[in-house]
């Protein structure tokens, strides 16, 4: 499987170099792949790269080779069929060369079976991919499913500093690779989708935002008391940001209004922006594009958008529409604003009113842009392009509301839905998140019906994760579903198609939307045929998975529509009410809900021979963000954790039949009491510092 013919492997090695990121001058092509063969061995070469390296089993003339090649709207598709003579079986083995920001992934949806929507924290290892999607250059290498393939498989190899390698390997009559260069940019109809230039951003994103709590009656010292009580309560658990919404600012929208605040704000944003930094969170605040001095507007037309005689023009929500094709507005309205807020330390900026900008500014005065759509989006984009280069790179950039094509490459990440939160959107814009860029799917509040769902999924998705409650509610039980649910971590899809693409359909009604009142079809929805999100964790020591359930649609999964093996054994954990549910070999049968949490966590972890563990009570991955280096040797399981200071955290442990009776170590904290209950040991332990906790579970005296 790992052998690469002779030829192949030389023109592999003397184009290994060549995948890197593209500079400027060597953006990649809007080409289709290149065919090479010899006798039994086939390459595809792409922008002077072998992307694709495959060998037959079959003898040459025991098989066909046929390609395609298919341009439209300037969506390029290249197809290589190969089919074995009279149906015989044939065994394909290969490679797929990709740059360092490619993954594994499914391309298409599968024809039947249950639907899951899909992300991976590490390369994923999953039975249903089918495809390599390369981000640095904008590729994706699939294979069609096919009823005449009995097997096919892609999985990660390799990794060094210029990319990765995959393995393939496939047994069956026919197979067809497809390849489509400029796959988000073109066959997505993300036109400034140049992932060559811009890099999503890796760190997370978790945080308090004012809005829901206060709305626009927030005041500097709701935003200390809020600064205090999460620097207690939830900064130890991966809180970062807190960000002040509408409220603070003067009415008008000139410069000196955003920057010296209303009377609710006595001692400036500067000195709050350095209070929240004092408590070790990032400052964050809110603006938008709006207008509404008349006085002001009219002093200065040419900086806004004309009516045609002359005179500044308005539209709803958005005020005077400020002229993006103006330098001077640009350096008069937005650079004032945006460089002083940097300077004052504030690191997350969120930007509203963008749709309205669109719709109801220049798509609602199409007559004043003589250039058309293009001009109008330019003007769009120009100002979201000074925002971004005044708060700079080093600093996250949200664009809000609705899902707007014209951000892409400037905002890190982007409200996807409508005010409030809705985690059904993000089974509807599923293949953008850390791809295009991170998703948003609005703030979550904090309550009995919600909380648990909300932080799961959010976290599950690895997308933007954002609380609005007031202050008390984060001394109360509610505040556990948010605590499990961080830090989020950096997730990949695993499907670059949109699950549910009911919304994503209609992206391109962002060139005609002449009003941004109200949900829109492009927008991010409340309702969604699908409810179970998967995360796969693929960790150095070890792969498991975890599924939320978020309704009841479904009763039963099979471990093959999750991408496991069929027939192995898998043990079967449910997070939230802490209960083992034994093993299963085929399928997850659901029980109802519990109206306690809204929703279910279940960690799915392969079966070993020896005690191994289940899970831990830290957070909904069940060990991917506080385990490191466990190992089984020599009838000692061991590992280290890295709990919350002072919270109790406990360790759950696997015992197969045989073992019993361990003795324990720890090293970094104390142990609190262990006991087992059934087939589950649960370990407690504590630490002060923050430090690692070294744990030995010794069976060697029970052996």
Known sequence: MDRIPPILAIM??????????????????????????????????????AILTLACDLPQASYTVKELNEERDGKVSYLLTISSVNGASMNITGRIRAGKESFTCEADRRIEGTQVVRHTYGLSHSLLNRAVYDRESDWLL?????????????????????????????????????????????????DYYEPWNYQVWKEPVAGWCSWFAYKTGITEENVREATDVLAETMKPYGLDYIQIDDGYQQYGGAPEEWINPNYKFPSGLGNLAAYISSKGFRPGIWTNVAVHD????????????????????????????????????????????????????????????????????????????????????????????????????????????????????????????????????????????????RNDPDHIELTPQEAWRSCMATSLTGSLFMVTDKPEVYHTDLIDPARKSLPVLLTLPGQVFDLDPSRSSFLDRTTTEMSGSGERESDGSRTSPFDLFMLELNMPWERWCVLGRLGEKEEKVSLAELGLEKGKEYLLYEFWSDTFLGTVTNDVVFDHIDPLYNCQLFCIRPVQQNPQVLATSRHISCGATDLAEVKWDNGVLSGISKPVPSDEYTLLIYEPAGYESPTISVTGGNLISEKRDGAVRRIKMVNTDGGKIAWKVNYNSSL
């Open 12 to 49: 592999f090695t003397a184009t290994l170099a060549m995948c890197t990121s593209p500079s400027d001058d060597t953006i990649p092509p809007n080409a289709p792949a290149q065919m090479i063969r010899e006798a039994n061995n086939i390459s595809l070469l792409y922008d002077g790269t």
């Open 142 to 190: 699939s294979a069609d499913q096919s009823y005449t393939s009995a097997s096919f498989r892609i999985e990660p190899k390799a990794v060094d500093t210029t990319g990765i390698t995959y393995t393939l390997s496939m047994t069956g009559n026919e197979v067809t690779f497809r390849f489509r260069p400029r796959y988000y940019q073109k066959h997505r109809g993300l």
């Open 294 to 437: 008349s006085a002001w507007a009219c002093s200065h037309p040419d900086w806004y958008v004309r009516n045609a005689d002359g005179t500044p023009a308005s539209g709803r929500w958005i005020g005077y529409i400020l002229n993006g094709l103006e330098d001077e507005m640009l350096d008069s309205v937005l650079t004032p604003v945006y460089s002083r807020f940097r300077n004052d330390g504030w690191s997350y900026f969120k930007l509203d009113a963008l749709r309205h900008l669109l719709f109801d500014g220049y798509n609602s005065h199409g007559s004043f842009f003589r250039g058309g759509y293009a001009e109008r989006e330019e003007a769009f984009r120009n100002v979201v392009r000074r925002v971004r280069e005044e708060t700079g790179r080093e600093n996250f950039l949200l664009a809000c509301w609705g899902v707007l094509p014209g951000v892409v490459g400037l905002a890190d990440g982007c409200r996807i839905g409508n005010d409030g939160y809705g985690y059904t959107a993000l089974a509807q814009y599923n293949s953008f998140n850390n791809v295009v860029w």
